[in-house]
């Protein structure tokens, strides 16, 4: 042991004359330690995720499943109370629109019903007149009367509600019965009057080809005044035509025209009267105000 600790000492007085960096260092030689020195693996700390699965139970997913059917469920509830209030407007709407387009046909129809009465009423002296012994001396109440026969009556029901309906498929939203069956009927009567209009077209038509071997047409043209007025001429005219059997074929004519104007009376009449009905129910089934 001395010999050995003696050499170490030759090798390390060496080292300091010579210098350290000149001497390799043994691999083999011990190497100090510290009172501080720890294994590595002390200071590192593990860490472990714990993955605790917690065993879930029919219940747990029933009422998962129950909050979302309700969510949903309310939903739909929310957006069928919104579709059917807006339906609901839109069908007041209608109904709105609808009573003012059937005040407006009451007051056509009082207007055309009097203006029928006295068509007739002329077209009764008219046949009275070609027919009358003495008819060459009636000129001036001829021609005017003639003139006038040959005006076709018009009739312009206020549609535009029903038929936009029906276009959109809006009378589906007319849940009330008795209102949707009173406005069935009351639009069902035009087909009959359109009937009756397209009938008394056809007369007119049909009269104003006899009427022109009758009447004279410069004398015809010469009564008819601004805004389509007729004034009875002045004098006595002639007719171009005396002929019994062509006065009393005009005559003919004349009844006819006559005969479609009383039913179209009598149907005006009546779709006047379901007018004015219908607006009362309409009022008091949707609590229209004045």
């Known amino acids: 042991m001395d010999k050995e600790e003696n050499i170490q000492e ?6 300091d004359i010579l210098g350290k960096e000149n001497f390799p260092e043994d691999p083999h030689a011990p190497k100090p330690t510290t009172g501080h020195s720890q294994p590595a693996t002390e200071n590192m700390e593990v860490h472990h995720h714990s993955h605790t699965h917690e065993k879930r139970n029919w219940k747990s997913y029933f009422r998962e499943f129950l909050m979302l059917f309700l969510a949903v469920f309310c939903g739909f509830l929310a957006e069928y109370q919104l579709e059917h209030i807006i339906e609901h407007q839109r069908e007041k709407e209608f109904i709105v629109t609808m009573t003012a387009d059937l005040e407006e046909d009451t007051a056509m129809f009082a207007k055309l019903i009097p203006s029928l009465e006295s068509n007739i009423k002329r077209a009764d002296t008219l046949i009275h007149l070609l027919n009358a012994p003495d008819v060459k001396s009636y000129g001036s109440d001829l021609y005017y009367l003639g003139r006038r026969a040959s005006r076709s009556q018009s009739l312009s029901i206020h549609d535009r509600t029903i038929q936009q309906m029906k276009n959109s498929g809006g009378f589906r939203l007319i849940r009330n019965e008795k209102a949707s069956k009173a406005i069935i009927d009351y639009y069902n009567q035009l087909g009959f009057i359109n009937m009756l209009l397209t009938l008394d077209l056809n ?63 009598d149907a005006v009449t009546t779709m006047q009267d379901a007018a004015a009905q219908l607006i009362e129910l309409l009022k008091k089934e949707y609590r229209i105000e004045e």
């Open 10 to 15: 030759k090798v390390s007085a060496t080292k």
């Open 203 to 265: 007369e007119t038509n049909e009269y104003k080809k006899v009427a022109a071997e009758v009447f004279n047409p410069v004398i015809f043209d010469g009564i008819l005044q601004t805004h389509s007025l007729i004034q009875r001429p002045s004098g006595n005219p002639s007719l171009l035509s005396y002929d019994k059997t062509l006065l009393a074929r005009l005559s003919n004519m004349v009844s006819y025209m006559k005969s479609s104007r009383l039913s179209l009376i």
